[in-house]
């Protein structure tokens, strides 16, 4: 048996994965997925559902960031996957052209030639001409993306682990020991602790940011721009 804390995006994930591949899964957590119509105000604190979803690639520069990148990559796959199953629809998964703006571009980003970015996995990456850029705006690309429904897809997910047999526990933990020192007791193989900033985990900080969609011209279309502070924006 394992246990998840947590029903983030994260924990619903890795319950999941665990269900398909044949465990016996439990998720505990105080807040579980909800559609938009019935989700309450009071889960405010509930971060996943009401958090912002798209898919940007940065270049990399370090290791942490090569990392991610390649994480970031199987992630697009995986989404890509559900698509050409036909999911797409109840995941919440919308693939779009997605545009990239930055004010003042690193030297990874100068780099960033059509075939360095084929080479790092983008696809239909085109470098924006200076015509094409807004006013102090030095460096442009767009590429293939993709946004959820961060809602849509919690309960996408939630539903596929129960459609499983995985089970829930509704229940307050106020720190992951909690579940830990039980584990002996009920036969638990592992617990994988996916509170994020719950439980006071220094190593762990929130990042804030926006997300936002807008449809011109019957184009759905997903703008980053990238200035002294970082933003999603509509175009």
Known sequence: MYQIIRAGVIGLSVALR??????????????????????????????SPWAGAHCRFIPATNEQEEREHALALLTFRHMEKLV?????????????????????????????TEEKASELGYKSFRRLDETELPANVEWGAEYLTFCLNPMMYCCFLLRNFARLGGKLEKKVVQHPLEVFDAMKSCGVAAVVNCSGFGFDDPDVTPTRGESDLGSRKSRLQSVLALTDHMSLQAK
């Open 84 to 112: 050409e199953a036909g999911k797409h629809g109840e995941a919440g998964i919308r693939f779009m052209k997605g545009f990239e703006y930055v004010e003042s571009p690193s030297q990874a980003y100068l780099d960033l």
């Open 18 to 47: 665990l269900a398909q591949d044949g465990f016996d899964v439990t998720i505990i957590a105080r807040d579980f997925p909800a559609p938009f119509e019935t989700i309450s105000a009071e889960q405010i604190n509930y971060t």
